[in-house]
């Protein structure tokens, strides 16, 4: 079992590009989530996908969107690139129902430029 | 809002000694679940330990402990044992059964050989 997997490892953007972020979660779960970890913070969370939707939504802009593939990978993307966008960006995977753990992936740095 | 604060930016320990990082959370709720999670150089986040709330008895992981005081809303994490390997960011986080994980800002462990 390949756990939780995301691509790429590093990315430098420029200010007002856009980016895609991807993430394949562990076998057998259904539920993705991605978290934003600016440095020496705690991850945020910024959005939930379940069946192919947008589940549960934190504080980020519109510029932050993503996507659901039926076999429960996801891509995370975000336009018009800040600065503060600078981040390493966390995926999670999980089963919806029942009472179990998060996965983590190894994460994506972001650096925008 | 849910929040969580981790009061401790940095702590440090030598091996084969113990050392406890604290915790609190600030919710209305009565069901929820608390964790800490490991983040080493490698920044995948790693489950390390989980406490239910409806549990009086506090959760014990092999050197992991923790101390939950739901009246004061504190969730402290003991390291018996120190060894280098335990050496990484430590994030308490905390989350309902049908919410995202709200973590804290973490506290920076090193471990003194």
């Known amino acids: 079992d390949a756990g939780v997997t995301q691509s790429p490892t590093h990315l430098i953007k420029t200010r007002g590009q856009q980016v895609t972020l991807r993430c394949s979660p562990k076998s057998g779960h259904d539920t993705v989530s991605w978290y934003q970890q600016a440095l020496g913070q705690g991850p945020q969370f910024i959005f939930q996908y379940y069946e192919e939707e947008e589940r549960q939504r934190g504080n980020f802009p519109d510029r932050f969107s993503g996507h659901q593939f039926p076999n429960y990978s996801s891509e995370l993307n975000v336009n018009a690139l800040l600065l503060g966008d600078s981040a390493l960006y966390l995926c999670?995977?999980?089963?919806?129902?029942?009472?179990?753990?998060?996965?983590f992936g190894q994460g994506t740095r972001l650096t925008v430029v | 809002a849910q929040t969580v604060t981790q009061s401790q930016p940095e702590m440090s320990v030598q091996e084969a000694e113990t050392v406890t990082l604290s915790c609190t959370y600030d919710?209305?709720?009565?069901?929820?679940?608390l964790f800490w999670y490991k983040q080493p150089p490698s920044r995948q986040m790693i489950l390390v330990i989980r406490q239910e709330a409806y549990k009086q008895q506090n959760a014990t992981e092999n050197r992991f402990s923790v101390n939950f005081q739901k009246a004061a809303k504190s969730f402290s994490l003991k390291i018996s044992d120190s060894q280098l390997g335990d050496a990484a960011m430590y994030f308490c986080a905390y989350r309902r059964l049908d919410t995202p994980l709200v973590f804290g800002k973490g506290t920076r462990l090193s471990v003194i050989a």
């Open positions: 919710t209305s709720e009565s069901d929820y679940y």
């Open positions: 999670a995977s999980s089963l919806l129902t029942g009472d179990t753990e998060a996965f």
